[in-house]
Structures are given as structure tokens and as C-alpha cells.
């Protein structure tokens, strides 16, 4: 435990033992289902889950539009309270990236033999996902596709395509060509699907005709669909759209540098049979959905990073939760398992995105996953999102419940009831602090007192918000999309899964061991610094210092990735330059958050 003034808080304890033991049990229980299965489970690759209410991304968008806005509106069943509806911060979608993400062969082993199929054509079913979801947004732009000179590549594999048509053989041939061969007429810059292939070790076999036009996203589906029959690639289709979706939040990684992915080996030896036509991937029918899903990389990886949360656990005992999830991810993530690692994630909701960001080999945020578990370090993708959450039906935040009321319980008050109505009520308070929820989803720990709850929410302390996502609605078009309401599927885990998180505790390892206590008190002080200009009596200064509103640094809401440790190390060197104590501590007034946020949107412009 550890005294704060006066509150003492407790990191340790029979509770916190409790939760160490659960979550050890959980994971240990999960990698030793991914050591003995060789083949993943039929939820992995079912992407149509995630789909429950995300919206269709918009079919005409200006040709000159290099992003959309977007909001979600919420409704309360609350019928004692004067509030029925609300609506979160909007949020965008950028529809061009300076660069295009690179892209080159894996010499690892991972994905070599997907569930022991002797084809894998995994390498090329993601490039041509990249083309359809490329050809759909210059589709819903009016603007055309264009191949540019194609460098015929040689490599050690030869894939012979006879069953094609002069058409569909030049589209295999152009999106396998080393450097970038085809590009959407705009301007100079990519889509965030654009891919630039560096090598992929392989050569398709015949002669084309280079004045055939690029197909449209319906006609490469069909490609598509013709190969996976031929070759019979069956899942891996599906796969291979994860690990294409996944591009946008690779490419956010460095949006200053080219980013590259490693792909799996492709080996396509053994024919199945000449496939016929008319046939499209079974996902395609959702591929406006997909798009919406996958343009936003902070949604996106919201999504992946739900899977590492329990939003039941109280923040001070974080890092009981995440020290074992640690402890069996740490040598898989070192050792580059990645098919083991989508293995061990196979029993969560967010399975089929983790197996299509596997696929990408080791870029960043994989190498991201440690950092986050050792010590809560944040990313922009490891951001809770409300809408996200909402869309898929997976919770990533506390604030994704919303209990029973009325809130007020004996003369107090949740502190989780406190922050979820605040984000209610953020209009009531002079400045925006409150808009947007908490980062990071664990719940802050006890109760308040009623006298020490602010006066701006007195009017809401005996209501019981049961707020439920109503639409979404596109900008500047006012288009609203309720989402897939009959989608197939469920929001829980996979059933076949489900006894992982059933697991029973056996016996409980040591607090020394296993409790990752930076972890916890990094999740205490950040979901109280989210509401430190509102301290309750004996609390301000102790666990966080009492601030003054300035405006957030919109990063935390954008689709960039930006280097936080390195924008607070020129802070830092700024600092130093000062001539003197006193000048220095006049100087931070409010010059130092000025600084941060103009080298954070230098980093993301």
C-alpha cells in the first residue's frame, strides 16, 4: 500500500491476490491451448463479429477530400431524467498518407503453414485486399486508377495463373511488381491501404497486355475469389483482409518515415481445380463497413487493445491483472511467435484483427505490446474508444458500463459513477476537459461523499443513465448509420473458447512475483489526472497536483502516432536553457504546453 496525505492506497493485498490469481490462471490456461492446437479456431478468421454497428463509410465523398468527420449519438432509457441523448466528440478519418506502407517478404517461420494447408497465398491475398479497399475509395471519390510501368519481377517462386483472363493475369502482375504500380489520380500523396512492394520472391507466370485499364473492387474481388478456389486458400481470405485492414494503423506508426510489413512466404504448388466465375469473397459484401473500421487506426487499435483490460478491475490493482499477461507474453513478442502469439489471443473477441496484425510480422506495435504491459507506457493506439466499443460490442473502458442507479448510495457515491457523469455533464462545467473520456479504462477505486461531489452534477446524482449507442452520423453529408443490427455472431467470446475465461484458480502466486506494481500506479494516476481540476476535499495535491484547464493535445484523438518520450525530451533541453530559477518558473506558465503541442502537430502534420 501506499500513503497519499490522507488516503491510502492499496496495491497489494487479498484482493489484489485475487485478481493476480484469476488473470494468471486465464493466460496460463491460454497459452497452453495455443502450444497444443495446431489449427486456429473458426472465430479467428471470422471478421463479420466486429461489424455489429459500425457504420458503411460514406459512397460519395469529394474528389478534393483528404478526410471526413464522423459522430456517434447516444440515448438514455432514463425516463426520470431531463437528459435522453448525447453525443460524443466527432472524430476523422484521413483519407491520404504521405507515404505508402512497404512492403516485403518474412524470412521467419511464422505463417509459413496456416492450419497445415500446403498453399499459401497469404502474401498476395493481402495485396489484393490493399487494391480493392484502394479501388473502393477512389470508387466513392470519382476518381480513376491508373497503373504506372510495371518491372516484371523474378523470383525463386513461380505461380502459373492459365485459368486467368488477360485482364485478371495484368492485375495479379501489377500489384506483386516491385515499387508502386498503380496510384490513385489526386495528387502525390497515397491512400492509407497504398502499398510499395520492396520483394516478394516471386514471379506469376505469363505474357500481358499493359494497355488493359486497372479493374474496378468488384472485379479484383472476383480475382480474388478465383485464386482462393484454384488454390483452394479457403480462410486464409479472410486473414488476409485482417492483416490488410491493419495498414492505416501500421502506416500511423512513423507518418514522417516509410513504414515497412513482412509478410508470409507465399508457396501456391498444388491446384485444386480451374475455378469459375461470378464468385466473390464471402467479407466483400461488408467491404464498406471494413473500410470505416480500418481508417481510423485509434478506433482500430482500441479494438486489439481491449483485449488486455479488465474493466472491472479498479486501477490500483492494474497491474495484478497485466502482470501475468506479461509474463506470457513477453518471450512469445522477444522471440517473434507471432503465429503463437495469435494463437494465445485466439480465445478474445478481438481474435481475427490480432491474427491479421501477426501477419504484418514484428513493426511497432507488436514491439509496442511489452512496453504497455510492464509499465502502462501509452500510445495513441492503446486509447480506449467509447465508439469503438460501441460498434463492436467488445468493452475497453469502465465506461462502457453503466450500472443500475440511482448513483447515490447511503450519502456517497462511486468514484466510477463520478467519472461517468462527468463525461455526461461535460457542458456543464466552463471548460472542455471532460468531452472526451478517460484514455485508459481501468475504474478508479472507493467512493466519494455526496457534499464532496461538485455542484455541477448535483441535478444528475439520482439518475441512472443507461445510455445506449443510437447512430452514427457521417459529415457534412448528415447520413446516419445505425450499424448491422441482425449482424451473425456474438459480442461474447467464442463458445468453443469459453472455458478459458471460465478458468479456475489454482492455488495463488506470491504478490512479489507476479503484481506489476508500476503498472498499477500508472493507471491510478492517469484516470486521476483525466479529473485533477476537480479534487474532493483532502484529496487535491496529494495523489495528483490540482491543475488548471489547458487545452488537450489533440493527438490523443487523431490517427497519428506520435513519440511523446522524445517531444518531452526537447521540452526537457528547453527548459535547461533557461538563465535562472525563478525566470525558469515564470517561463512555465503555460509556455510549456504551447510547446507540446506545436512540436506534437509538426510530428503529425
Aim: with cysteine; proline share 8%.
Amino acid at each position: 500500500m501506499l500513503a497519499h496525505g490522507t488516503l491510502t492506497i492499496d496495491y497489494d493485498g487479498p484482493e489484489a491476490n485475487a485478481i493476480l490469481s484469476r488473470s494468471d490462471s486465464q493466460w496460463q490456461l491460454a497459452l497452453r491451448h495455443a502450444m497444443l492446437t495446431p489449427r486456429f479456431p473458426e472465430s479467428s478468421y471470422r471478421l463479420e463479429r466486429l461489424l455489429r454497428r459500425v457504420p458503411s463509410f460514406p459512397n460519395n465523398i469529394p474528389s478534393y477530400a483528404s478526410s471526413i468527420e464522423g459522430y456517434s449519438s447516444w440515448k438514455s432509457s432514463d425516463n426520470s431524467c431531463s437528459m435522453k441523448c448525447k453525443t460524443e466528440n466527432g472524430h476523422s478519418f484521413y483519407l491520404r498518407r504521405r507515404y505508402p506502407t512497404t512492403c516485403t517478404i518474412s524470412t521467419s517461420d511464422n505463417f509459413r503453414l496456416l492450419d497445415g494447408s500446403p498453399n499459401n497465398g497469404l502474401a498476395l491475398l493481402v495485396l489484393g485486399w490493399a487494391y480493392i479497399l484502394n479501388a473502393s475509395l477512389a470508387e466513392r471519390q470519382r476518381l480513376s486508377l491508373h497503373y504506372e510501368p510495371l518491372d516484371g519481377p523474378s523470383g525463386s517462386v513461380k505461380i502459373n495463373l492459365d485459368y486467368a483472363l488477360p485482364q485478371e493475369l495484368t492485375w495479379w502482375k501489377a500489384i506483386v511488381a516491385r515499387g508502386s504500380v498503380y496510384s490513385i489520380a489526386a495528387d502525390d500523396r497515397y491512400s492509407p491501404w497504398g502499398v510499395l512492394v520492396d520483394s516478394l520472391d516471386l514471379e506469376i507466370v505469363g505474357e500481358i497486355d499493359v494497355h488493359h485499364s486497372p479493374p474496378t473492387a468488384r472485379q479484383a474481388a472476383g480475382y480474388l475469389a478465383r485464386l482462393c478456389a484454384a488454390y483452394n486458400l479457403g480462410s486464409q481470405c479472410s486473414a488476409a483482409l485482417a492483416a490488410a485492414l491493419s495498414l492505416p494503423l501500421h502506416r500511423s506508426t512513423d507518418p514522417l518515415h516509410p513504414v515497412t510489413i513482412e509478410l508470409p512466404h507465399p508457396s501456391l504448388s498444388i491446384r485444386i481445380e480451374p475455378p469459375g466465375q461470378g464468385q466473390y469473397p464471402t467479407d466483400f459484401r461488408h467491404l464498406d463497413r471494413y473500410m470505416t473500421l480500418s481508417l481510423s487506426p485509434s478506433y482500430f487499435g482500441s479494438i486489439l487493445w481491449s483485449v488486455f483490460s479488465e474493466p472491472n478491475v479498479p486501477c490500483n490493482f492494474a497491474g495484478a491483472w497485466l502482470g501475468p499477461i506479461g509474463d506470457v507474453l513477453r518471450p512469445i513478442v522477444e522471440r517473434n511467435k507471432l503465429e503463437l502469439l495469435a494463437k494465445v489471443l485466439s480465445f478474445t473477441n478481438a481474435a481475427p484483427l490480432w491474427l491479421g496484425l501477426a501477419l504484418c510480422g514484428p513493426g511497432k506495435i507488436v514491439k509496442s505490446i511489452i512496453p504497455f504491459l510492464d509499465k502502462l507506457r501509452p500510445f495513441p493506439h492503446t486509447y480506449a474508444s467509447v465508439d469503438a466499443a460501441a460498434w463492436t460490442g467488445i468493452p475497453q473502458s469502465f465506461m462502457d458500463f453503466y450500472p443500475p442507479g440511482p448513483y447515490v448510495q447511503e450519502g456517497k457515491i462511486s468514484r466510477a459513477d463520478v467519472w461517468r457523469l462527468r463525461h455526461d455533464c461535460h457542458k456543464n462545467y466552463e471548460d472542455d476537459s471532460f468531452s472526451a473520456a478517460p484514455q485508459h479504462g481501468w475504474p478508479p477505486f472507493g467512493t466519494m461523499r455526496y457534499e464532496d461531489v461538485e455542484l455541477e452534477l448535483h441535478g444528475h446524482l439520482n439518475c441512472s443513465h443507461q445510455w445506449k449507442y443510437d447512430f452514427w452520423t457521417w459529415l457534412p453529408s448528415g447520413i446516419r448509420d445505425t450499424g448491422i443490427l441482425d449482424v451473425k455472431g456474438e459480442s461474447h467470446p467464442p463458445k468453443d473458447l469459453l472455458y478459458i475465461h471460465q478458468a479456475k484458480i489454482k492455488g495463488s502466486r506470491t504478490q512479489e512475483r507476479g503484481i506489476n506494481y508500476a503498472a498499477s500506479q500508472a493507471a491510478t494516476r492517469r484516470i486521476f489526472e483525466w479529473c485533477s481540476s476537480q479534487v474532493e476535499k483532502g484529496f487535491g495535491g496529494s495523489l495528483v497536483p490540482r491543475r488548471e484547464f489547458y487545452p488537450p493535445l489533440e493527438s490523443a484523438e487523431s490517427n497519428v502516432c506520435v513519440d511523446f518520450d522524445a517531444i518531452h525530451r526537447c521540452v526537457n533541453e528547453w527548459r535547461k536553457t533557461l538563465p535562472h530559477r525563478q525566470r525558469r518558473k515564470e517561463a512555465l506558465g503555460g509556455t510549456v504546453d504551447r510547446l507540446r503541442k506545436d512540436l506534437v502537430l509538426s510530428a503529425a502534420t
